[in-house]
């Protein structure tokens, strides 16, 4: 009873913040980017908590239980990602007043890089930001509640629509995301003998983030470079992401909210990873996995506790899903619809934007079924498609910011040869390990590590397209008439103010990560 009282009074608690900051959206520009008047500890919150969703919860947990700290790589890999878009990305989109990233790429490159963005993004949503999400928080509440993943996914659907209403409660949630999961996490060390315990009980190989480029999963290469590819594409061309930093009061506010999320970042492996170990550790023959979480919340924290907590995850399930669905329409909107009818008012735009997230959560949820079948542990086939969904992108994005000879002939080449190669490694997973075919000799490709076939991907795109722009007949225009759009390497970023305080927070962030990486190691 007390626990269905704190999931109560917690959602009426989000629904009021979200109501309070959302009575005034109207325009296009209020409901896609917040009004575009947002402050860094709000934009570093959001960006924290809509990147912490179920899936990390339950995900993150899971592979910590099934495979130990490594896969936190992901986690400490995004802080480095995360300064890469404060420093070098976030100027360039917000000087370029731009809505998203397609629309950026089109004026940097052209309008078939745009559709060829647009289109990929919103396959991605399908495939894994929000069929992910459902299926984990069915994970959620099949353990808790015993309902099944269809009626989950539906339920929380409709919640989300309702949730899905202003930026700010994003803040509020991830104040609670890290307590509930600080509090968490101490009482289960404590449960299970601290870290003396948890070596005492678990393999050595659990508490090692560096493992040999030949291991399955977690190969070396793949940790460092493909991790950092990976998150480039996530932290710093994705729509969900880069939308909650188009909606800063200026570039100090978006650069500072993501070097804020960066230090935030640091916590995911002690507060999501860590109660996987504890779990496994202290439920040997129950903790199958992507149980782990759940059965931690249900079993150590007492009444009321464990109702706030089941309420974070779920909010963190809606939160996420809530920046999903706003960023399939902006891109459905802006990128497909006002293309096709430029002088479409406002009102028509935010109800074309509603409509079509509506197809695209359907599809999202026929999709759940195959999830299932394709991985035991629902981080990794997060992480897989994204893996060959990302390197051709990040490619594309950062040799286009950073040099301006990239000409729109070799970024829509690139884009379309390495999206040709990632969608065939993932329809080869599809036959392999959802509908179990012997595929004969391309068993040993799917057998490949994801990571490492990113690095692969990711290098032979910069390359394929730094040789098109150099023998392109169109090379001498490639810089384009917006300077903005590319890195001017002759200006001092140091003249700038704020530098020296935004230089030594990410020194000191990121040597604090190599240290831990180091100790880790």
């Not at 402050?39 to 990390?56: D, K, R, V």
């Not at 890089?113 to 495939?127: G, H, M």
């Not at 993501?258 to 507060?271: D, E, S």
Request: net charge neutral; proline share 4%.
């Amino acid at each position: 009873m007390l626990d269905t009282v704190i999931l109560v009074v917690y959602f009426v608690i989000v629904f009021a913040i979200g109501f309070r900051f959302a009575r005034g959206e109207r325009t296009a520009s209020d409901y896609f980017l917040a009004g575009k008047d947002v402050g860094w500890f709000a934009i570093g919150a959001s960006l924290f908590a809509t990147n912490i969703s179920s899936e990390h919860f339950i995900g993150l947990a899971g592979s910590g239980a099934a495979t130990g700290l490594a896969v936190g790589c992901y986690e400490w890999s995004a802080s480095f990602c995360l300064f890469l878009l404060g420093w070098l990305f976030v100027p360039h989109y917000l000087r370029s007043k731009v809505f998203t990233m397609p629309e950026f790429l089109e004026r940097r490159f052209s309008p078939g890089c745009r559709w060829y963005l647009t289109i990929v993004s919103i396959f991605a949503y399908i495939f894994t930001k929000i069929s992910v999400s459902l299926y984990a928080g069915g994970i959620l509440i099949r353990e808790v509640v015993g309902w099944d993943y269809m009626t989950s996914a539906i339920l929380l659907v409709i919640a989300t629509g309702v949730y899905t209403i202003a930026i700010y409660t994003d803040m509020f949630q991830a104040l609670l995301l890290l307590g509930g999961a600080v509090v968490l996490t101490i009482l289960g060390l404590d449960r299970a003998g601290g870290f003396e315990g948890l070596r005492a009980t678990l393999p050595p190989d659990f508490f090692h983030m560096i493992k040999p480029i030949d291991d399955p999963v977690y190969p070396w290469l793949g940790t460092t470079l493909g991790t950092l590819i990976l998150g480039t594409w996530y932290w710093c061309t994705d729509q969900v992401i880069v939308q909650k930093t188009l909606s800063a009061k200026g570039i100090p506010d978006a650069r500072k909210g993501a070097f804020f999320c960066a230090a935030l970042k640091i916590l995911p492996v002690f507060i999501l990873v860590l109660p996987g170990l504890i779990a496994k550790s202290l439920w040997p023959t129950e903790v199958t996995g992507d149980n782990a979480y759940p059965m931690l919340v249900m079993r150590l924290l007492p009444p009321g506790i464990s109702g706030l907590m089941i309420a974070a995850m779920l909010a963190a399930l809606m939160s996420s899903l809530s920046s999903v669905f706003n960023s399939c329409s902006t891109l459905i909107t802006m990128d497909v619809y006002k293309k096709l009818r430029p002088d479409a008012d406002d009102r028509r735009l935010v109800l074309v934007g509603r409509v079509s997230t509506g197809v695209i959560v359907i599809l999202s949820i026929i999709w759940i079924p195959f999830i299932r079948n394709l991985s035991n542990e629902v981080f990794q086939y997060l992480q897989s498609v994204q893996a060959y969904v990302g390197a051709p992108i990040t490619a594309v994005f950062l040799t286009g910011i950073l040099w301006r000879g990239a000409t729109a002939r070799a970024a829509f080449t690139t884009l379309v040869a390495g999206g040709v190669v990632g969608t065939s490694r993932f329809l080869l997973d599809i036959l392999r390990n959802a509908l179990k075919m012997d595929l004969g000799p391309l068993n040993d490709v799917v057998a490949f590590s994801f990571l490492n076939f990113s690095v692969i991907v990711f290098f032979s795109c910069v390359l394929l397209m730094v040789a098109i722009s150099k023998f392109s007949p169109t090379a001498a225009s490639a810089a384009g008439p917006d300077s903005e759009l590319t890195l001017d390497w002759q200006s001092k970023p140091s003249a700038r103010p704020g530098f020296a305080f935004d230089a030594a927070f990410t020194a000191v962030v990121g040597v604090t990560i190599l240290g831990l990486w180091i100790h880790f190691a």
